[in-house]
C-alpha cells in the first residue's frame, strides 16, 4: 500500500512552550492508527499538522503529492435555527466526487437524507460528518474523537464502520481516540502521545505498556508490560517534502 504521510522527528512549539517533541510517524493506503493520550498531550495539534492547519518548527513533514483528505471534526457548531436537512447540508462540501446518497449509503444514514441537521442524535450526527468527509473519496481520513457525544454501543459501531470503511476504500484513517478499549478492535496500530511519543505499536502492546499504565492510572498492567518498537526505516522522502527548523 502507497505512503501517505509520513513525520520525521517532528517539533512543534508555540510560545516558548513544546507542544510536540521529536514525533516521527507513518500512514499507508488501509491502514488505521489511532493516538491516544491525555488532555494536553498534543493529540489536536498532531492532527493539526497533517492537516496542514499548523505548521512543525521542526522536522519533516511528508505528504503524499496531491492527497485528498477528509476530515471530521470533533464537533460541528451549527446555529439552532438555520434551516438545514442533511441532504443540503452534505452537498455543500466541496471537491465532491460522491453523490450525496452514495456518501449517506456508505455511512448507513440514507434514512437522514430530508431530516434537518439539528434534529440528528450524536450518534446520526457523527455518522453524517464522516459522510460528509467521504464525499470527496478520500484517501486519508482523519477523525479527532469521532466517538464524541456517543453513548458506548454507539461508539463500538461507530469504530467499527470506520474499520469497515478503511478496508472497502482501501484509504488511510488517523483517528484521535479518548478511550484505547473501545477503539482497540478496530484499530491495527497505536501511538500514545504525551507530547512526544510514549509508546507505539499494536493496541494489545500499548494497553500493556507500562508508560500507557502510568498515564491512564492503571499501574498494575504495567506487570504485564510487552513493548514492540516499530522502526521505520523507510527513507523515501520525495514529494511534498517540508524541511524546517
Ligand atoms: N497556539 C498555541 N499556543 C500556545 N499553546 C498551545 C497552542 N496550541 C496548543 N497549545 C497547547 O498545547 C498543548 C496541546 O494541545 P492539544 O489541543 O494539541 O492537546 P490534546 O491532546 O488534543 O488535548 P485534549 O485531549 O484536551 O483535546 C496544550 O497545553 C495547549 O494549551
Given at each position: 500500500m502507497s505512503k501517505l504521510v509520513e513525520?520525521?522527528?517532528?517539533?512543534?512549539?508555540?510560545d516558548g512552550n513544546v507542544i510536540l517533541?521529536?514525533?516521527?510517524l507513518s500512514l499507508h493506503g488501509g491502514e488505521i492508527l489511532t493516538v491516544v493520550g491525555p488532555n494536553g498531550a498534543g493529540k489536536s495539534s498532531l492532527i493539526k499538522l497533517v492537516l496542514e492547519l499548523r505548521q512543525a518548527t521542526s522536522g519533516i513533514l511528508w505528504r503524499?503529492?496531491?492527497l485528498r483528505v477528509g476530515y471530521v471534526p470533533q464537533k460541528l457548531h451549527l446555529d439552532p435555527v438555520l434551516p438545514l436537512t442533511v441532504a443540503r447540508f452534505l452537498s455543500l462540501s466541496r471537491g465532491r466526487r460522491l453523490t450525496v446518497a452514495q456518501a449517506l449509503a456508505r455511512v448507513g444514514g440514507e434514512r437522514l437524507a430530508d431530516r434537518a441537521m439539528q434534529a440528528l442524535s450524536g450518534g446520526e450526527m457523527q455518522r453524517i460528518l464522516l459522510a460528509r468527509a467521504l464525499m470527496m473519496a478520500p484517501e486519508l481520513l482523519i477523525l479527532d474523537e469521532p466517538a464524541?457525544?456517543?453513548?458506548?454501543?454507539?461508539q463500538t459501531e461507530l469504530y467499527a464502520?470506520?474499520?469497515?470503511l478503511a478496508g472497502e476504500l482501501q484509504c488511510g484513517v488517523l483517528m484521535v481516540s479518548h478511550d484505547l478499549h473501545l477503539v482497540m478492535a478496530s484499530t491495527h496500530r497505536v501511538i500514545c502521545l504525551n507530547r512526544h511519543v510514549c509508546c507505539h505499536g499494536e493496541p494489545e502492546q500499548v494497553a500493556r505498556h507500562p508508560e500507557f499504565a502510568r498515564l491512564f492510572g492503571r499501574p498494575e498492567l504495567a506487570q504485564l508490560a510487552v513493548y514492540t518498537h516499530h522502526h521505520h526505516c523507510d527513507d523515501e522522502h520525495h514529494g511534498d517534502v517540508r524541511h524546517v527548523g
Open positions: 513525520l520525521t522527528d517532528v517539533g512543534l512549539e508555540a517533541d521529536h514525533i516521527s503524499k503529492p496531491g464524541q457525544g456517543v453513548d458506548v454501543h454507539g464502520l470506520i474499520q469497515q
